[in-house]
């Protein structure tokens, strides 16, 4: 047993020292090991500093291209509708639902601007209203300035209209009108990364923009410090998971359209004579492909379109274009047809002695459709995933969109919009 106790008492010397050359060796092996894991770090951080120098350095020729590079504009198409068809109607009901019919038929053929013209005599006599229009403050007819509220009424997304329509003697049986359904009718279930908003006016620091009700629950904070009351379109950016707060920028009308393809609504023009349907064009260089309609025009059917970047097509009232051009006070010209690009009768052997306006807006834009030859044409707008993955992605718990309930994935839903 004594021999026992001096072996283990020997042995216990050694296993100290074999354990503490061990940790020595352990700790030399882990400051090599950290000492070259600095070193991978630091060629991964140099690697990384590198690459966001060339990312910046592409983005910021990217940017100077783009600036150089005329931006694109797409090819537009106008109406021009005379006011004084509200007259021809029986009643106050039928007025309204008369103008709801032009709006239908704008919001089908996708029409960019849709102008209202004084086809008669503007005397003093003449009761006459005012109206916003896209060009400012105008004064015109009661029957124009009707038609041309109406046309703005039906083409203003629901959630707005409290904003920019008060109760009015014009709209008193708007109630009767066939919705739009226009794509930029958006509800808060739709998940779209572009909505028309108005600007209110809540309080934001100095200098951090303005906060627009888009149609959700929570404003979108803008960068732009913009006037209260003013309707705008948004883009809205891609919402951190968790976030309670929506930021978005503000956008031209035509850039959903650009971006996606989708149809976003027309403008409404007030023109008190004819001429002016030309003169006053927001268009810098007019339109390059004007055309009347008339069952005195040529036959369709011989129609070949040029190319064209704005297009305007003008129907006359109930005694025709002559009788616009008759009352005008600028144009000198006594055959309609001179004015045009081209004057076309858009249905040849008609059976009707007359074709009234609004069915005449359906049948010839239903007949040039296929016809025109526009310079930009707007990209297709699909239902597709590639379209869906470029919409808002990601919103706030209490406006995440519907889920489709065969993938579970997130819908980018415009197929109703009303």
């Known amino acids: 047993m004594p021999n026992e106790k001096v072996s283990m008492a020997q042995e216990k010397p050694q296993k100290k020292q074999t354990e503490s ?41 990217a940017e100077h291209q783009k600036s150089q590079e005329k931006p694109r504009e797409l090819s537009t ?40 013209y004084d086809d008669k005599n503007s005397s003093s006599t003449a009761k006459k209203s005012t109206i916003d229009d896209a060009q400012g403050t105008k004064v015109s007819r009661q029957c124009c300035v009707q038609l041309g509220r109406i046309l703005q009424y039906l083409e203003c997304p629901q959630y707005l ?14 109630g009767i009108l066939n919705p739009l359904d226009a794509p930029h009718h958006l509800r808060e279930q739709n998940n779209f990364k572009f909505r028309e908003g108005v600007v209110t006016n809540k309080p934001v620091g100095n200098g951090k923009g303005s906060l627009v ?46 971006e996606t393809g989708v149809y976003w ?7 008190n004579s004819l001429s002016q349907v030309f003169s006053q064009s927001p268009y810098k260089n007019g339109y390059d492909l004007t055309i009347g309609t008339s069952d005195k025009g040529d036959s369709i059917d011989t129609f070949e379109s040029p190319s064209y970047k704005h297009a305007l097509v003008v129907f006359g009232g109930l005694d025709g274009l002559e009788s616009a051009l008759e009352w005008d006070e600028v144009l000198k010209a006594e055959d309609p047809s001179l ?47 590639e379209i869906a ?4 992605s990601t919103f706030p718990q209490k406006f995440t969109p519907q889920k489709s309930t065969d993938n579970n994935t997130t819908t980018n839903d415009l197929s109703r919009f009303d």
């Open 21 to 61: 050359k061990s940790w020595k060796d352990t700790n030399r092996i882990r400051k090599i090991e950290r000492k070259k894991w600095k070193e991978e770090r630091a060629i991964k951080k140099a690697e990384k500093a590198k690459l966001q120098e060339a990312a910046k350095e592409a983005l910021q020729a």
């Open 77 to 116: 198409m106008s109406l021009a509708v005379p006011g004084s068809i509200l007259d021809n109607a029986q009643s106050a009901e039928l007025r309204t639902y008369l103008a709801g019919q032009i709006a239908r038929a704008a919001c089908i053929f996708q029409v960019d601007e849709v102008v209202v």
């Open 161 to 174: 209209r409290k904003h920019f329509f008060p109760i009015h003697n014009d709209l008193k049986f708007a």
């Open 213 to 258: 009700y888009v149609g959700l629950k929570a404003d979108a904070h803008v960068d732009k410090i913009l006037t209260p009351g003013l309707r705008c379109t948004v883009r809205l950016d891609p919402q951190p998971e968790g976030s309670k707060k929506l930021r978005g920028t503000v956008v031209t009308p035509s850039q959903p359209r650009l």
């Open 265 to 271: 609504g027309y403008n409404v023009r007030i023109a």
């Open 339 to 385: 004015l045009f690009d081209s004057y076309l009768n858009t249905v040849p052997d008609q059976g009707s002695r007359t074709i009234r306006t609004e069915e005449a807006i359906l049948v010839t834009m239903a007949a040039l459709r296929s016809r025109l030859n526009p310079e930009e044409k707007p990209i297709a707008f699909e239902h597709s995933e």
């Open 389 to 392: 993955q470029s919409s808002v």
